[in-house]
Structure formats: C-alpha cells, structure tokens
C-alpha cells in the first residue's frame, strides 16, 4: 500500500500505465470482493499466473501496488472499492466488472447506496466497450448495470433487502417475490430483475446454453455459493473453460485469514467477518447450532465506518440459546445491543481474552473489519 501511495505520488498516472495491454477483471460491490475476487483468481489460473490484491487493498494506491509486482503481460483480477470504481475503470479500461452487491456500508464515508448506484450506471454508460457481470437480484445492482454495453445476469441471491425496498429509477416501491429466487419488479415502473443467463441451483451454476458446474467448494454458506456463481461467470466471460475454472475453486479453504481455525489456549477458534447488517445476515448462515458459543469483536475506525449504529439493523435476537461474547473497542456498544436482543452475554473488552471467556473447546469469532486484522495477530 505504501509502495503504491509513492509510485502515484512519482506518476499520478500509473495506474493507466499499469494497466495498459493487460486484460483486466474488476469485481466490486458492498459484500465479498475480497472472497470473489480470490475465487476468480483461483478460476484463471491461480495468484501466479494472474495479478491480484488478495488482501483486500482495493483503492487506486493498494491496485497500483499490485499491478507494479507483476509481469506486464500478466492479466490480473483486482477488488475494487465501490465508491472508486468509477475512477478505476476510467483509469483501467477492463474487459469486464463483476457487480456482486450494494448495502449500507461506513456511513460516515460511502455515499447513500442509490448515489452509488446511479455513480456506476454512468459509468458504464460512458464505457460501453466493458462487459459487466452483474448481480441481478439486487434492484441497485440491476439498475446501476442497466446502461452497459454488455451485461451478463446471473442469479447470485440477495437476503438483505432493507436497502433496495425503494424502486432506484422511479422512487417507488420494490416488490419482492415470496419465493426465493423468483425475482423482483418496481410497482410503479418497469424495472424489473432482468431475464438471467447464469444463475445459480442449489450448489450448481446453471448457463442458458446448459452449461452447468458444480464447484468442489470448500468455503461455508450460501453466500460463498453466490460468489462462486460470479466468479466463475466472470471467468467465462474471459473465455476461460468453465468447468476447469469449477474444479480449481476447491484450492481455497480460507480467504486472507476468513474460515481459518487457530489454535488458542485448548480452544480452536472459527475466525469469520462481518462488517455491517447485510454481511451479518449471511454470517448467520455460517454458524454452527447452540449451544455453541460466539465471539463478536467491533471496532470504529476508518476502515470500519465510526458510526457503529448499524448494530441495531442486525437481527443479534438469533444469538438468543448461546453464550456470546462481546469484545472490541466497541464492545459496550455491542453488549447493549445483546441486553436489549434478550442475548446471553459476557464482556471482555481484550481481543485475546474474549475467547477464553466463551469457555468452550469450540467457538465461532466474528469481526468486523480493523478487529478482524487484530484478532488474526493476537490469535495467531
């Protein structure tokens, strides 16, 4: 990051430069850039064959850095904020963006989600030559891809619906079918979830031509299915073999420390992130049943957003029939929120400790971003 900061400081046009004769994937939205993108570039060949940010430093300095420590032949697969990647595609000029999402997310940095929205739609209306692969069950995602030149849709599922309830083009309101996976559509438009070309059954990414691949996947949760399924409809979009790109996707077992288990005090620890309400809806599908304890680790710092409000949006009532744990530099914030969730709790402000006080040989530790990176140091 630090060497990218100094290659833009020498040339503010580096990252142009960079990316210049490469083919070049974006994946970017709110939920899980940083584990699509590791699953895409597992999908090309692997991080030796193909330029990547695998940790996550998705603004122009982190894409810099990366891009400047491979080979110029090399193609690359980058995540990308969603606030910049306008900036990144005009800088960039990719072959093809995956969209994967958009929810509330740092609320005192990112702008509301339909300013993003309408932030990408002129984007690509502006960049017609880039193919984008685009989450059509979300409503902002479906509206902001809608001007592209080509747009691959494919059927990734999206749970969290709170932010998408108001129609993007017309301000109406979103209806929701009752059956999952069966669309959506604006009462006072015609914006609608477009027709699919990829779309996702069960465990198996399902093509129009009849195309289907059931990667060997070893991350948890219908949300790493969901990844899987842009990923690979990325990595064909790029020509790359679709069933070869399924069967590579089984090498990852954990994503910059994300699913890994550590080894701590005759404990083994689960380590999982969630960053805001969306990210936590799926986080409820990872873990394992009560009694089963859990750690929750918060934090307020810039790279977390220092508005941690967005605790009461999730729905912590779950966690009720097990004991959790709240830690962080934001814990007393948590354990409010646990006492008024009707959740058993403790509270243990050190990183370390609050995994000892789940007093069990097994736990599930989520954190949101900056306590993650802690948790990854103190616990490792």
Known sequence: MIGGRA?????????????????????????GKTTTTSLLAAALGGPGAIVTNLLGANLPPGL????????????????????WLAQVVAATRPKTVALLNLSRDQLDRNNEVRTLAALWRRTFESHPEVTVVANADDPLVAWGASRAG??????????????AGGCPSCGGRIDFADVAG?????HDCELRRPDLDVWLDGSTVVWRDG?????????????????????????????????????????????????????????RARLLLAKNPAGWLEVFDFLRPPPLPVVVAIN??????????????V???????RLVVA?????????????YAEVEHAHEPDLARAVAAARSTDVDVVANYTSFQQLRVRLS
């Open 7 to 31: 290659i833009l400081a020498v040339d503010p046009h580096a990252l142009q430069r960079l990316a210049s004769g490469r083919t070049i994937a974006l994946v970017s939205g709110t939920n």
């Open 64 to 83: 810099a850095a990366a891009l400047a420590a491979g080979s110029p032949e090399q193609p690359a697969a980058l995540e990308v904020d969603e606030a």
């Open 150 to 163: 080509v747009v691959c849709w494919v059927g990734a599922g999206q749970p969290w619906m709170d932010d």
């Open 182 to 186: 069966a669309g959506w559509t604006c």
């Open 211 to 267: 195309t289907s691949v059931a990667p060997d996947l070893q991350l948890p949760g219908r949300a790493n299915r969901a990844n899987a399924a842009m990923a690979l409809a990325t990595a064909g979009v790029l020509g790359t073999d679709r069933v070869l790109a399924g069967r590579s996707l089984g090498s990852l077992t954990e994503v910059a420390g994300r699913y890994a288990v550590v080894e701590t005090g005759g404990c």
């Open 300 to 313: 307020a710092r810039i790279a977390d957003g220092r508005d941690p409000s967005w605790l009461w949006d």
């Open 315 to 321: 729905p912590f009532e779950r966690l009720r029939g």
């Open 327 to 339: 830690t962080g530099e934001r814990s007393r914030d948590l354990a409010v929120r646990l006492h």
